[in-house]
């Protein structure tokens, strides 16, 4: 089993920034996919950002890119969400996910982002 733990979420003024972490356990982080996603009240769960292994290819969604920046720290079985630039449409739980090399999905419990007006 691999536990996932969201860190950094809160309340932002838009046009602010705030910077999420998801602390994985594990020994083989370095090898898993690792994402964001986010759900807003009554809305489905939606992509935000990915990032391949050690290789670092990033993706974004579209609503994200520009402002977004997905990293990650294998020494800390670490990944990043640095958020930039946030508007209020942006408020949602965020949620870490990794993708293992044989294809198991793990989530975090989230952590929510509010971004005022």
């Known amino acids: 089993q691999v536990h996932l733990v969201e860190s950094g979420g809160g309340l932002v003024q838009a046009g602010g920034s705030l910077r999420l972490s998801c602390s994985a356990s594990g020994r083989t982080f370095s090898f898993y996919t690792m994402g964001w996603f986010r759900q807003a009240p009554g809305k489905e769960r939606e992509f935000v950002a990915r990032?391949?292994?050690?290789?670092?290819?990033?993706t974004y969604a579209d609503s994200v890119k520009g402002r977004f920046t997905i990293s990650r720290d294998n020494a800390k079985n670490t990944v990043y969400l640095q958020m930039n630039s946030l508007k209020p449409e942006d408020t949602a739980v965020y949620y870490c996910?990794?993708?293992?090399?044989?294809?198991?999905?793990?989530w975090g419990q989230g952590t929510q982002v509010t971004v005022s007006s």
């Open positions: 996910n990794g993708v293992s090399t044989t294809y198991d999905n793990y």
């Open positions: 990032i391949r292994s050690s290789v670092s290819i990033t």
